[in-house]
């Protein structure tokens, strides 16, 4: 069945960032597929929750998920922020990302203003 959580990079893998995809990331913000099976049925975002800590959100359902697979993804998305994997995953998919973001602005042929 595979693990049921997969870092959303461009190329997807449960172990490592392969790549970042910087303009995902740019109109997204840091997130992961959830998969329940082999079925993509929704993504989760990493956000400041009202107190400023961080907390995984649940949006961008497929529209062929079912209210089951919400809730087993509800179930996943809640353990997200104990997974050292993730979260690492997730702090290095962030910084690549700021790198990338910085680098644009200070780029005087940056295409950034047509990206966002």
Do not use: Y
Request: hydrophobic share 35%.
């Amino acid at each position: 069945m595979g693990e049921p959580i997969r870092p959303c990079f461009k190329k997807t893998t449960t172990k490592k960032c392969n790549h970042i995809d910087f303009s995902d990331v740019s109109v997204k913000g840091t997130h992961v597929d959830i998969f329940v099976g082999n079925k993509k049925v929704t993504e989760a975002l990493l956000t400041l929750d009202d107190k400023r800590g961080l907390v995984w959100k649940r949006f961008g359902d497929m529209k062929s998920t079912t209210s089951k697979e919400l809730k087993a993804a509800d179930k996943l998305i809640s353990e997200l922020k104990d997974n050292s994997q993730i979260m690492s995953l997730a702090k290095d998919h962030l910084k690549k990302t700021l790198t990338d973001f910085e680098g644009d602005l200070n780029d005087p042929k940056s295409t950034l203003e047509v990206r966002i």
